[in-house]
């Protein structure tokens, strides 16, 4: 038995745009109370299940200058959950879910939904294929609807999917280097019939981010008020370098896309043009360790039909010991976003320790975060000194200053900076962490 609570309450609009030293918090607009209690248990032979129970709102921070929608509240959501494996060579699995939306303005109701599924997984060395059933069953009972829109209004659809997949190996040898290379190519199956959406409300759904993740995935929104219709397929091939003594990956590169064989007909709602085309966006990624300390990872995003990327990310890490830490990285959002990232941590000399970023928006010319400081290690105490600058608004920044003395396994004082270290610069190392030694004393290094 689990129980958590989350409750968050600011006197006014501006709060986080005045005081706050996070990005992040600053276009915060939804502030969540709530309160969540689970369980979890098992059943039969092997079988597990779990219960969860939320009441959950939101304090909508409103800029006057770009107004946002009052999301629904859950009070409450019941979500149960619950799986099986081997049940006469078959997995099974359920989801079910209760939750009582409400909203000031808009149309209110309750939606359950129960969606029950078997699969078959068929393995053997170096293939699988895993074939699945299931129905998903929704029905809702709303009011304050539209016009014509029943009170009550059921959806059920059945989804079949084939997941298969083969793994080839063969030894090779690159850059001087033995390996194990695999190639890994993998297809993704699914089929859902159309059935009409359009009078359903949508309470909490979305259109689903396009990644590697979804396009492996039965649903392209996010939420359950929509179940896209599908008859596609999804192709990937994997190719990765592995040490034959010790089985660690140098190189993984992942190349996929989804081909379409008809129109789509559910969209999120009736301002949402329907998907045209028969083939979608590219994805690759490369993530590699250029040297034992050094890796590098990319991801792309391309669009056959424009012959343009959508999007593009690089970074790069080194990070010889703890306590030194080099990060660099590009990100391209096309019509979004165009950004370099620099940080770093690293020994100074002595008990000096440096610290910075720098996160610079090639796209509209100005800086989006900067962080610099220095930490100092005493011995039996630790000061840091930390300066931060990011922009809050078109044209508008701001500053935050962190100075703290700690007191080794007594306390600490001053305004804390060690959550907005970890957060600017990956891999950073407390100076002060117990599973981590503090390298820039020792001889020769």
Known sequence: MAAAFNLNKVTDNDYF??????????????????????????????????ATARFQTFQVLQDV????????????????????????????????????????????GVRTLMYPSLALPLLTPGLFITPKLGVHTTRYAVTRAAAGTPPSIGRTVPIFSTDAGLVFERNARYFGESFLQTLEPRAYYLNIPFKDQNNIPVFDTAVADF???????????????RINDANQITLALTSRLLAPATGQETLRATVAQRLYFREQRVTLNALTPPRKFTESDWLASIAARLAPRWTLETALQYNPREGRNERFNV?????????KTLNMGYRFQRDRLSHIDLSAQ???GGPWHGVGRYNYSLRDGRLVESLAGFEYNGGCWIGRFVAQRFASAAGVATNALFVQLELKGFSRIGSNPLEVLRRNIPGYTNINSPFTTDRAFEPGI
């Open 17 to 50: 745009r005045d005081l706050s030293s996070r990005v992040a918090s600053v276009s915060q607009t939804y502030l969540p109370r709530e309160g969540i209690a689970s369980y979890t248990g098992t059943w039969s032979e092997g079988g597990l299940w779990s």
């Open 65 to 108: 200058n770009d107004p946002v929608r009052t999301p629904y509240s859950r009070a409450p959501q019941v979500v149960l959950n619950a799986q099986r494996p081997d049940i006469r060579g078959f997995d099974f699995f359920f989801t079910g879910e209760a939750v009582d939306f409400h909203h000031p303005t808009q149309v209110v």
């Open 211 to 225: 990644n590697y993740a979804q396009i492996f995935s039965e649903n392209s929104f996010v939420g359950g008020d």
């Open 315 to 323: 970074s790069s890490r080194y990070q010889p010991e703890p306590l």
């Open 346 to 348: 690293w020994p100074l």
